[in-house]
């Protein structure tokens, strides 16, 4: 799988689901955590359970400190409130080099 093609990868039991720009799934059998290690720093830990490839990001929405991070194909992925300053940062990062 080529890295570009993640959109984003959400933890399943023993499994990380990896969700494909093409919308398509294949399963990663490792934590999520090991998968982390893998990537490249334009993966970010958004929740417990998610990892977002900040290259897909359309807009973030916040409300009462939780948000969900709109993706270009439109899927909806809740970012945590204790995640959310780090999200903040990231994002204007990407947003002041475009």
């Known amino acids: 799988v080529a890295i570009n093609d993640i959109l984003y990868c959400q933890a399943s039991g023993d499994y990380v689901e990896?969700?494909?720009?093409s919308a398509r799934q294949l399963l990663f059998s490792g934590s999520l955590k090991k998968l982390a290690?893998?990537?490249p720093a334009n993966f970010i830990k958004v929740h417990r359970s998610?990892?977002?490839n900040l290259d897909f990001i359309r807009a973030l929405k916040s409300d009462s400190?939780?948000?969900?991070?709109?993706?270009t194909n439109d899927d909806s992925i809740p970012v945590s409130r204790r995640m959310m300053p780090s999200v903040r940062?990231?994002?204007?990062?990407?947003f002041q080099n475009e």
Request: hydrophobic fraction near 50%; avoid cysteine; glycine fraction near 8%.
């Open 18 to 21: 990896l969700h494909l720009n």
């Open 65 to 71: 400190g939780t948000g969900q991070l709109i993706l």
């Open 89 to 94: 940062d990231s994002m204007s990062e990407i």
């Open 50 to 52: 998610y990892l977002v």
């Open 37 to 39: 290690d893998l990537l």
